[in-house]
């Protein structure tokens, strides 16, 4: 392939490599919410994200099905579905933290990981089994609410959903940002991340405060699994493991426990692997390919670990959640 | 119900409960081969061996090896799908015994383990199928199956190569990033294994390896899950045997002092990197020798045989055992195969049955064969909450400080001791 070529694709691979970003960002918040504050990587964060998915287009399934979706403007049933994906998952995070990590709040952290694990497996099967006795398959193809495309030149487009997930993934982080920053609430979080006991003597209830963080992690997963289902078409139970790992390590590529970190991870994390699946093949004769782009992060990951394992912006950013 | 504990106690009354057992158990399955219940009943009766405590340590193995050697190759010998899957089980087990070195003893929690056994499977895989012909030369392969027993020697190198190479970059990490890290490690080289075939074609990539040449010894052909029963119970008794030698060594020792604090550990003089390379490289080893073993039972191998599934599949018997107790991970590992080889799998005949009688209408995604995840999920929860420890948990030495007085008094003193002493009676 001569070089023309490969600047012309180059338009389209960032745009890609940003939403994949965004998505990856607004995962890795969760990620990083529940690390400051328990020092626990929730394993399961991949999962909710997953249900979110299955959620929001089952929301748009069902609404297809009674005949409501046609007359409904699209960002009103788009919203629909973000708001109900967003609150039972969000319901979840607050119960899984119940069940599997508060009792184990005291135990040895490999411990607390092998139960995060299990609640993981757990979510995978239990949404393939309950899609496969409704469904009556694994994966699911939800109606695409936007299907408009905005020519930015004569040879870019950029596709309406994919902006929508852009600015929708922004508006989210900017009102977690606020929240954290300006709200007692917030405060009230990032004083338990400092320090559990004294925030307790400081008449903070930390068990409240820690589901409260659980509630917004996940709720933002699954909100990000009905962008997610939007953008892609096609949702299976396993699609949160993968991308959940991925949002880990754009976590840890920002600085695990710090929120703009994870933004910076996100898309940091999504354009190199969209920039490499791109031009890997071409650029080595086809002898490596975009089959490789898994790699990326999980190279990424552990070169971060070994050279800078406070990430990009672990130090700039002291505080916590 | 104290008297009866009591009877319990009693070395006699023990030796008539095995004994029984053991007869009711091989008489059952000799009448009727097909029961699924007798075959379990036969494995329990090494766990009812381990738990006659009032029995010497010595009878106990000897009644052991007397079960596993003789007694149920003799009875099930002739039943391929019990071989089978005992072999299955030896494999896990084995496997989960070099697991439980690097989770177990020095405390490294390891999610790619797996990329050790694929070490150990490719490269016997590798050099006794055609394979290795598409970049080497100089020999017309495959290799023949006498090859087999020093490519045990050769897995156990590779993988504990593989071993090091994971351990090199998790030196700096620690904990859940260990945990991340090694999972990663898994994953690249699932992935690698599933595209070398270009551009040079080493693994054949995702079309697998096939057919692995079968090994043979003094040239009998080693190819019925018989043969292969043996093959793995000779290595599972050589790794039990390396485990409890390391167990009490110097560097299991040293291992287990650093899964209690690295910290102190190391202030003790303990040397962190040497140590858990170590511990990654022996743990390793064992799985590539187990690779090589399923690589030639098999007769083919390709990367869905290596997921993160087995990595999480062989953590989980380790954890249900009883991370850092041989015993207990042995029976981890049978729990856990049988649960997966052979009991799911009858639920699912026994639910497929049902569906074809008309009984009841369930969806055939619903095999309850498929639901791993979901019972490794719940066992893994349940096991993190109600015991931690697992089943059989890891015992403590306890030293008995009056008998250590004593032993004092007795022994001659030694070293500096000695020397203040002679300059205190000097005085």
Not at chain 1, 47 to 76: D, K, Y
Not at chain 2, 1 to 18: E, N, P
Not at chain 2, 68 to 76: K, R, V
């Amino acid at each position: 392939m001569d070089q023309n070529v490969l600047l012309t694709m180059l338009p389209q691979v960032l745009i890609d490599g940003l939403t994949l970003g965004f998505l990856y960002a607004v995962v890795a918040l969760g990620y990083t919410m529940v690390y400051g504050i328990l020092e626990l990587i929730n394993f399961a964060h991949g999962e909710i994200f997953m249900v979110g998915a299955f959620l929001g287009t089952e929301v748009l399934l069902i609404m297809q099905s009674f005949g409501i979706l046609e007359g409904l403007n699209p960002f009103v049933a788009f919203l629909l579905a973000i708001l109900v994906a967003s609150l039972i998952t969000g319901g979840m995070g607050v119960t899984i933290e119940r069940i599997a990590y508060r009792p184990l709040r005291n135990s040895p952290r490999l411990i607390a990981l092998i139960s995060a694990i299990g609640v993981s497996f757990f979510l995978q099967d239990l949404v393939r089994f309950t899609e496969g006795l409704v469904r009556n398959a694994f994966y699911l193809s939800g109606p695409q609410l936007f299907k408009g495309i905005i020519p930015l030149s004569s040879s870019i487009f950029i596709p309406t959903k994919t902006l929508l997930i852009i600015i929708s993934a922004i508006v989210m982080m900017v009102s977690l940002h606020l929240f954290v920053s300006r709200t007692k609430w917030g405060i009230a979080m990032r004083a338990v991340a400092q320090d559990q006991q004294t925030a307790s003597l400081m008449s903070i209830n930390v068990n409240k405060v820690i589901a409260l963080t659980f509630f917004i992690g996940s709720s933002l997963g699954g909100a990000t699994g009905v962008l997610y289902a939007q953008q892609y078409g096609t949702v299976d139970p396993y699609i949160g493991f993968i991308l959940g790992l991925k949002a880990f390590t754009a976590a840890v590529l920002g600085g695990i426990g710090n929120l703009k970190g994870a933004m910076w991870g996100g898309v940091l994390l999504g354009l190199i692997e969209s920039l490499g699946t791109a031009y890997m093949g071409p650029l080595t004769g086809n002898a490596f390919g975009a089959e490789y782009k898994d790699v990326f992060a999980f190279t990424i990951l552990i070169i971060v670990l070994l050279f800078k394992p406070e990430g990009l912006f672990g130090e700039a950013v002291k505080e916590k959640v | 119900m104290d008297k009866i504990k009591a009877q319990f106690l009693k070395a006699s009354v023990q030796y008539t409960f095995v004994g029984l057992y053991l007869f009711i158990a091989s008489l059952w399955l000799k009448l009727s081969q097909e029961s699924i219940l007798a075959f379990l009943m036969m494995l329990t009766s090494i766990l009812v061996i381990y738990s006659a405590n009032q029995l010497s340590s010595k009878v106990r193995i000897g009644i052991g090896i007397f079960v596993l050697f003789i007694l149920l190759p003799f009875i099930a010998g002739d039943n391929r799908y019990y071989m089978e899957v005992s072999t299955q089980v030896g494999i896990y087990v084995a496997m989960a015994l070099g697991l439980n070195i690097v989770v177990g003893f020095a405390g490294l929690l390891d999610l790619g383990y797996v990329a050790f056994f694929a070490a150990g499977a490719y490269s016997y895989g590798i050099f006794a199928t055609a394979q290795a012909n598409n970049f080497l030369d100089f020999y017309q392969f495959p290799l023949e199956g006498g090859w087999f027993w020093p490519f045990l020697v050769v897995g156990l190198l590779v993988a504990a190569v593989f071993g090091i190479l994971l351990g090199l970059p998790v030196l700096k990490v620690k904990g859940d990033y260990l945990a991340i890290v090694t999972l990663g490690f898994g994953e690249i080289v699932r992935i690698i294994f599933n595209n070398l075939d270009k551009p040079v074609n080493i693994t054949n990539g995702p079309q697998g390896l096939t057919p692995i040449a079968q090994p043979n010894l003094f040239g009998i052909v080693i190819n019925t899950p018989f043969h292969y029963y043996f093959v793995v119970l000779f290595s599972i008794a050589l790794i039990i045997l390396i485990n409890r030698r390391l167990e009490d060594s110097r560097l299991g020792r040293a291992w287990v002092a650093i899964r209690e604090d690295e910290l102190a550990a190391q202030a003790m003089g303990i040397p962190l990197v040497k140590t858990k390379l170590l511990a990654f490289a022996t743990g390793a080893s064992f799985a590539g020798i187990v690779g090589v073993i399923f690589a030639a039972k098999q007769t083919y191998i390709d990367p869905t045989s290596f997921t993160l599934m087995e990595s999480i599949g062989i953590l989980v018997m380790v954890v249900l055992g009883g991370s850092g107790s041989v015993p207990g991970v042995i029976l981890g590992a049978a729990i856990v195969t049988i649960l997966q080889v052979q009991l799911l799998k009858e639920f699912s005949f026994f639910l497929n049955d049902l569906r074809l009688a008309g009984i009841i209408n369930l969806p055939s995604q619903l095999d309850p064969s498929k639901f791993q995840r979901f019972v490794f999920g719940i066992l893994l929860v349940i096991m993190a909450l109600y015991r931690p420890n697992g089943l059989i948990p890891a015992k403590r030495k306890k030293i008995d400080i009056e008998e250590l007085k004593k032993l004092e008094m007795d022994a001659p003193t030694t070293g500096i001791l000695m020397k203040l002493q002679n300059k205190k009676g000097g005085k």
